[in-house]
């Protein structure tokens, strides 16, 4: 009895949705770190490039649109776990999707092969 061919593909796809993060914990853009200088004269910010460090996130609205918003010191380490999450989101749904169209590929040749 011939093993079926789309076996190897199923069991890729399965792995990468079961490394799909929790869909709540995803969020794109991205984490910029910047340091500001106050304008005063005598301020030691001019030696060290400025006050800081503040966090800023930066997502793109559109086409040469971006928006920024300010992130609080205490929340950098939870956007930052989010911004990760929505990276490997979105690796692994591309990756699901080679699969599928392999799966389409293969549908189409043993389609043709068969009398």
Sequence with gaps: ??????????????????????AEQVLRGSLVERFLPC???NCI???RGGHGPYYYLVITTGVGRTRSVLIPAKQRAEVTRWL???????????????INLALILQGKRTARSTP
């Design 1 to 22: 009895m011939p093993s079926d061919p789309k076996a190897p593909y199923l069991k890729k796809r399965r792995t990468a949705a079961r490394r799909l993060p929790d």
């Design 39 to 41: 304008g005063k004269p």
């Design 45 to 47: 910010c001019k030696k």
């Design 84 to 98: 990760r999450n929505y990276r490997s989101f979105r690796k692994a749904l591309e990756t699901i999707s080679g």
